[in-house]
């Protein structure tokens, strides 16, 4: 079944409040409206007292319990920034599902270090990591065939594991593009 994506953020941010000890209001007032502030879709700066801080506070969980029980549409301004809001892991898989909706893979543009002109961060251990959950869960794969005698739940786990093993063999082919393609550098011989 295909989610919409505000869908994908409300069951995210269900899982983040039942797996973390996290309350709505919670999650409303700490995290995702300092949010929303910084980036100036709620304004904080009219508040000048205890009352109105309280009233203020009170307002904006009202309008985000309204959005998780599907009262009031998700605003489309509050996508992004309620992502960013969603603590770890729960940030990173509604990510990943976002841009899989979108047909994209969460890959970033590597980060270039600052120790080394034209050098790029190697994701290796990150590979390692990822590819040793694969075993991990490769189980279903182990008898050389992927079919109807395995269960769904085993076939979604290997799946999921193999794409997080693609994301990170792909930032890594993107790193090394960029330090090989990068213009006139001096190289040190080793």
């Known amino acids: 079944m295909i989610r919409t994506e505000d869908q994908v953020i409300i ?10 000890g996290l309350s ?8 995702l409206v300092p949010e929303l502030e910084k ?11 205890a009352g ?21 549409k998700f605003p489309l301004s509050w996508k992004w920034p309620w992502v960013n809001s969603l603590p770890e892991p729960y940030r990173t898989e509604c ?6 909706i979108a047909g994209v893979l969460d890959i970033p543009i590597p980060s270039c270090s600052v120790t080394k002109a034209g050098g790029s961060k190697s994701r290796l251990a990150h590979i390692m990591r990822e590819f040793s959950e694969v075993i991990a869960v490769a189980g ?23 794409v997080d093993v693609y994301e990170e063999v792909k930032r890594e082919i993107l790193a090394v593009s960029i330090v090989v393609n990068a213009p006139e550098r001096s190289r040190g011989s080793k």
């Open 11 to 20: 069951g995210h941010t269900d899982r983040a409040i039942n797996l973390s």
């Open 24 to 31: 709505l209001d919670k999650f409303a007032s700490d995290l």
């Open 39 to 49: 980036i100036g879709i709620i304004k904080y700066n009219a508040v000048e007292s």
């Open 52 to 72: 109105e801080y309280i009233l203020w506070r009170n307002k904006n969980c009202v309008q985000f319990h309204r959005v998780m029980r599907g009262t009031t």
């Open 95 to 100: 990510r990943r599902e976002l841009l899989a």
């Open 140 to 162: 279903v794969a182990q008898d050389g065939s992927l079919d109807e005698c395995d269960s769904n739940e085993d076939l979604n786990r290997y799946y999921s594991e193999l």
